[in-house]
């Protein structure tokens, strides 16, 4: 990782890191934030995905797939900005659908680190275990609207927390200086 | 390619080419090791991490895509693996962008390749070695870059593997699937390849790792549409491609020796393969995983040597116990990939390509 990286990651980490200090602090509030911020991530996502459509992927061969993604997330986005009351049942099941992905796949490339001999295999280990705990206590919790407030400012403050501990690593891959 | 061409059939085109059979070992031994070099490899070594020549598949899934993990895996993949054929190549009405991953794609006999073998020439023959290398992989590798990009990289599921049966060539459709650790299935034509993933940027997206290890095979012919050819079908005839490689390094090699004024693109030495043509293109045609074997009995005849098997810790030592490691094995190695690395960047680099970064004027190397 250069200094620039290191840098950026230590800043996206403290702004991860307030973000979810304000959610604890008023969970109602807290609870509109994040379905707005979930609507305002689908509407980046689609238009992301219309630009590289329009600018890169239709020059190539099923090129099509990027457009009618873009207009699905699109789609998405303004919908979900568009609901004044979005059952929080739903905002759940999307948090389950993060943190068990995220915690299958950091458990494979722990798996995978720890055959190639890394040292890095348990970091991803525990990395991964998190993750998976989250997806569970969401399941647990699914009726209890509130509690998806509580565990997304957690998963929060935990991605802040290791995206600024990663920046001090001393990573084996040194990038040219 | 994979270690049969790189190692035991360097060494038999290095015979042929003149070279004695300690000279030839050191030459394949170092085209080889461009595939090892990595730098978890040289970090353990504690030589110059600049000098990688490979990524792991462990660096590359932590390796990040931003602009600068991006140039970082440019750096590698297009100087050694897929060296691009024409970095000022047109394609009517597309962005900037676009163009900019489009020029970085692999192909043999271009401006780069001559400009590689040049270089090699005069220097040592760890050098050569990585002159032979990046030759050889531009014809295996022809049609995909070193960079990762799904608009340039991806295929579809029309493959199909052309095969002569009775002296008719019929097709079969390809089935990929994308478990790493399941050996290809040559007799149902059932072959591993990265996951499809909708990123431009995304580590899956680098070279030919949508079309498994198709290109790594000598006799694999194979028709499929390139992402960036209009619908155009392809056909990749490797058996031609490896023979032309061969020749071609023969070549190479010829002008690295002094037996040659000039190195030219498109010039082979077919007659110099004319006694072997047969024994060549058996191996080359046999449908086998790794040809290995039949390159290496190949390489021991013509030699009357023994080729010794390929070990990755050979000239570690040697490197970490001397005191002046440029006179060591893998020391030249490492000026050579240096100065191989610095080169290529830096004609993507003066062609307004910004992919493999910027690279200073008076190194020549490619520091940021």
């Not at chain 2, 660096?59 to 600068?68: L, Q, S």
């Amino acid at each position: 990782m250069t200094a620039v990286q290191r840098i950026r990651e230590v800043i996206s980490g403290l702004f991860m890191f307030i973000g979810a200090l304000l959610l604890l602090t008023d969970p109602e509030y807290g609870y509109l934030l994040v379905v707005y911020l979930l609507a305002f991530i689908l509407l980046t996502m689609g238009i992301r995905k219309l630009y590289y459509y329009f600018t890169m992927a239709r020059y190539m061969v099923d090129g099509k797939e990027s457009l009618y993604i873009g207009v699905i997330l699109f789609d998405f986005g303004a919908l979900t900005g568009s609901l004044t009351d979005i059952p929080k049942f739903y905002v759940l099941f999307y948090l389950i659908g993060i943190h068990a992905f995220s915690g299958l796949v950091e458990v494979l490339r722990a798996r995978e680190a720890r055959l190639q001999g890394a040292s890095s295999w348990k970091f991803k280990l525990i990395h991964g275990m998190v993750d998976l705990l989250m997806a569970i206590i969401c399941i647990m919790f699914i009726n209890e609207g509130s509690i998806a407030v509580l565990i997304y400012a957690i998963g929060l403050i935990y991605s802040a927390v290791l995206k600024i501990i990663s920046a001090f690593r001393k990573t084996r891959f040194v990038y040219i200086q | 390619m994979q270690e049969d061409f790189h190692y035991y059939a360097t060494y038999a085109a290095a015979i042929l080419a003149g070279y004695t059979h300690k000279e030839s070992l050191d030459i394949a031994y170092s085209a080889q090791f461009v595939d090892l070099c990595s730098k978890t490899l040289l970090s353990k070594i504690k030589a110059p991490q600049k000098a990688a020549t490979t990524q792991l598949q462990l660096e590359m899934m932590d390796a990040r895509t931003d602009m600068v993990g991006l140039q970082d895996i440019t750096r590698i993949w297009a100087s050694f693996h897929f060296l691009p054929k024409d970095l000022y190549a047109e394609k009517a009405k597309r962005p900037k962008g676009y163009m900019r991953k489009y020029r970085l794609i692999c192909g043999p006999n271009g401006e780069l390749v001559k400009k590689t073998v040049e270089l090699a020439k005069g220097r040592t023959l760890q050098h050569a070695g990585i002159a032979m290398h990046v030759l050889a992989d531009t014809w295996a590798h022809s049609y995909f870059a070193g960079t990762p990009s799904l608009v340039i990289n991806n295929t579809n599921d029309e493959f199909y593997e052309l095969i002569t049966i009775d002296g008719k060539e019929t097709e079969r459709k390809i089935k990929f699937r994308h478990n790493p650790g399941a050996d290809d299935d040559l007799d149902k034509s059932l072959y591993t390849n990265s996951i499809y993933q909708g990123s431009e940027d995304s580590i899956m997206n680098l070279g030919h790792g949508r079309a498994g290890h198709l290109p790594d095979y000598s006799f694999a012919k194979y028709s499929y549409l390139p992402a960036w050819d209009d619908y155009n079908a392809m056909i990749k005839d490797n058996p031609s491609d490896y023979r032309k490689a061969f020749c071609q390094m023969i070549r190479a090699l010829r002008f690295l020796r002094g037996d040659i004024e000039a190195f030219e693109t498109d010039e082979y030495d077919y007659e110099l393969i004319a006694p072997h043509e047969e024994r060549i293109m058996q191996i080359i045609t046999k449908r086998q995983l790794i040809a290995s074997a039949d390159w290496r009995a190949f390489g021991e005849e013509l030699s009357g040597d023994t080729v010794d098997d390929f070990d990755i810790n050979r000239y570690q030592d040697e490197y970490m116990a001397v005191e002046n490691k440029d006179d060591s094995f893998l020391g030249k190695f490492i000026n050579g990939a240096i100065l191989h690395k610095g080169m290529v960047c830096r004609q993507i680099f003066e062609s307004g390509n910004m992919l493999a970064g910027y690279v200073g004027e008076e190194k020549g190397t490619a520091d940021r």
